[in-house]
């Protein structure tokens, strides 16, 4: 899939004309659906904002069109694919976005995903950073300190600090307190934030409870691999060129593997995202060299078994290099001759991701499920959707509050403006 809508129209129209037409309408209502998906995601969940919006697309468009983009926002992937085209290899390729947010095929209220990933990166294409991922997290450093704002890295905060009811700032790890006359703010998983920075309670039982219960994704384990050429792709040349390539073959499969991880086992055969960065930015490796990372999506946080049958371990520290050659064996499936090229690798499993990063639990890269019964209003719980917390002054924000995932900042952005009173 490329931003050429000619040229994606083509690849679709390879497997089913009939689908290629799918594709064309889809396409053409996209404009006209974005405006009322994107004003839900982007703004407050506010239960007079989405009524206000579904209102308009009802006086707008009517009944019938309201209530397709609702049952739309409320079905899983496997519905609506199958539902909108008939070729299992287009339906494979747009189930895969599902799974970079826990929507497996079969998860209600998945198929908003897969839909506004293939529509979105077809009007929009995908933005990635030149010269590595952290280009993002420089430019945003840039400018919070362009504006008078100061960034302590590497100082752990150990506690928040209360004055009764009301937050009055944090204390790091050493001692040292810094007081907040406004509000802290909590970039954290939740239950990271009672169990971790408020010392085991907000003052309020149910939003603690609440936070405990905070539902996580399956982990992701990490290969990164450093290569001398980019992988032969069998199925087309052309994959050369593209920055990401999922490998996960059909609905079932997806499926399959998503129960098995949510049942503690490794899959038998994961779901798999190649990111090619050097595809598109050679200025990440040597001169003629090339990096690859995998995502190798779903897997268990603590192994309870293998559904392979081919490996014993029940811990990571031992499961992860043979785990890591069956994900490789599935790559060599589709691109013969990756381990030839192979110079070095670097293998991050999920309990390493958490390690790294306390916000990520269990390796869950997305901070918290977005099954419906914890999204939209109930994301990260009822009645604390804008992030504000028991403590009066004390916010949550990041992935695990809505609208959640992604790189667009919307929580953040969100909680900026309801503190600036905008």
Not at 211 to 238: C, K, N, Q, V, Y
Not at 289 to 298: A, D, P, T
Request: charged share 20%.
């Amino acid at each position: 899939m490329t931003t050429g809508s000619d040229a994606t129209r083509a690849r679709i129209a390879d497997f089913s004309e009939k689908d290629a037409a799918a594709w064309d309408g889809l396409a053409a209502e996209f404009p006209k659906t974005a405006e009322y998906l994107f004003a839900v995601l982007g703004n407050p969940m506010k239960m007079h904002v989405l009524g206000k919006t579904f209102a308009k697309a009802w006086w707008k468009h009517g009944f019938d069109w309201t209530g397709s983009l609702v049952r739309l926002m409320l079905s899983s992937p496997r519905t609506w694919l199958e539902e909108t085209f008939e070729n299992p290899h287009v339906r494979a390729t747009l189930a895969a976005w599902g799974m970079h947010l826990d929507f497996a095929p079969d998860i209600a209220g998945g198929a908003i995903f897969p839909y506004l990933e293939a529509m979105a990166n077809q009007t929009f294409g995908m933005v990635i950073g030149k010269g590595g991922a952290d280009t993002v997290t420089k430019a945003l450093c840039g400018l919070v300190e362009a504006r008078g704002g100061t960034i302590r890295a590497g100082a752990r905060v150990t506690a928040i600090l209360r004055a009764g009811d009301r937050v009055t700032g944090v204390e790091l790890d050493g001692g040292e307190k810094i007081f907040a006359s406004r509000a802290v703010i909590a970039n954290v998983a939740p239950r990271n934030l009672v169990d971790g920075l408020l010392g085991g309670t907000s003052g309020d039982a149910r939003f603690d409870r609440a936070m405990r219960g905070f539902a996580h994704a399956p982990g992701t384990m990490m290969i990164h691999l450093a290569l001398d050429a980019l992988p032969d792709w069998s199925a087309s040349e052309e994959l050369k060129t593209f920055a990401y390539v999922h490998v996960a073959p059909s609905l079932d499969q997806m499926a399959r593997t998503y129960q098995q991880a949510k049942a503690g086992l490794l899959p038998d055969e994961p779901v798999i995202v190649v990111g090619q960065p050097t595809a598109i930015d050679p200025s990440r490796a040597p001169e003629g060299k090339h990096v690859l990372w995998v995502q190798v999506r779903m897997a268990p946080a603590d192994i309870l078994g293998d559904a392979g049958g081919t490996i014993s371990s029940r811990n990571w520290k031992e499961a992860a290099e043979p785990f890591a050659e069956r994900a490789l064996d599935v790559i060599e499936r589709h691109a013969p001759g990756l381990r030839q090229s192979i110079r070095a690798r670097a293998i991050v499993t999920p309990r390493d991701l958490e390690a790294d990063n306390p916000n990520l639990v269990g390796g869950d890269q997305i901070c918290g499920s977005h099954h419906l019964a914890q999204n939209f209003l109930f994301r990260p719980a009822l009645g604390r959707a804008s992030g504000a917390t028991p403590v009066k002054g004390l916010y949550l924000t990041g992935a695990a509050v809505w609208p959640g995932a992604g790189t667009g900042a919307g929580p953040g952005t969100m909680l900026g403006r309801m503190l600036a009173g905008r």
